[in-house]
């Protein structure tokens, strides 16, 4: 079964620092890959997404993530953070072949921690 | 607000009561998920829907655990017997068509089981 593993449970990181989010997934067959942020009482929301094509993709809030099929990989990085990042990241992948692309499997989260 | 949409969002009861959430998708979406959140943890696969057909269930999902979708828009999660293992956080999203991944969350509803 497709999983993907979140290295980091937390990230502090102070206001306007780079900062980068670990993912790793176990595949050996082609895959999506996804970035959901949840912010304080809020729900998941996508944040991006990469299916095919173009190795760095780029998200919302100035979010970007890089598919490396070598390493098999899919850090989230962010040039300068805000203190509205802060929130819990996660990443994630569905079955593969199955065409439940939406059914995923989610990560154990990575706490961004964002201060002045 | 075109979102989706989880009622209640806080429920506390006693062990052994029985509780039933209810998710209302967005309109034009034909599938919706269920998932469970614990602390501390990533969202869980709980079940999901077709339009009215329950196409998977999630090995834990054990037979306390119902979900219906009746007329393929809304659905509800019934938990039976609730036991103090069952408090977490239950998710309901939903997609249109096949679009891979971008399912569209509810904010949760909350149970707590004393």
């Known amino acids: 079964a497709q999983s993907v593993t979140q290295l980091d449970s937390q990230v502090p990181v102070f206001e306007e620092a780079p900062v980068e989010l670990r993912c790793n997934y176990s595949?050996?067959?082609?895959?999506?890959l996804f970035w959901y942020v949840q912010y304080p009482n809020q729900g998941l929301q996508l944040l991006l997404k990469?299916?095919?094509?173009?190795?760095l993709v780029k998200g919302i809030n100035g979010f970007e993530a890089e598919f490396n099929k070598s390493q098999t990989s899919f850090h989230l990085r962010k040039p300068s953070v805000h203190i509205s990042d802060t929130a819990e990241y996660f990443c994630?992948?569905?079955?593969?072949?199955?065409?439940?692309?939406?059914?995923?499997?989610f990560g154990t989260g990575t706490r961004l921690q964002v201060t002045l | 607000d075109t979102g989706v949409s989880q009622d209640p969002r806080h429920k506390i009861t006693k062990r052994g009561q029985n509780v039933t959430f209810r998710c209302d998708p967005i309109?034009?979406?034909?599938?919706l998920y269920w998932y469970r959140q614990t602390l501390g943890q990533g969202p869980e696969f709980l079940t999901y829907?077709?339009?009215?057909?329950?196409?998977?269930k999630s090995r834990l999902l054990s037979d306390r655990f119902s979900a219906e979708r009746p007329k393929g828009s809304f659905s509800t999660l019934e938990i039976q017997r609730t036991e103090q293992g069952d408090s977490a956080m239950y998710l309901c999203?939903?997609?249109?068509?096949?679009?891979?991944?971008?399912?569209?969350f509810g904010e949760g509803s909350r149970l707590t089981v004393l």
């Open positions: 994630a992948v569905p079955p593969p072949n199955t065409g439940t692309a939406s059914k995923l499997t």
């Open positions: 595949s050996s067959v082609s895959v999506y």
């Open positions: 990469y299916l095919s094509g173009s190795t």
């Open positions: 309109s034009e979406h034909n599938r």
């Open positions: 829907f077709q339009n009215e057909a329950q196409l998977e």
């Open positions: 999203a939903s997609v249109a068509g096949n679009t891979a991944g971008e399912l569209f």
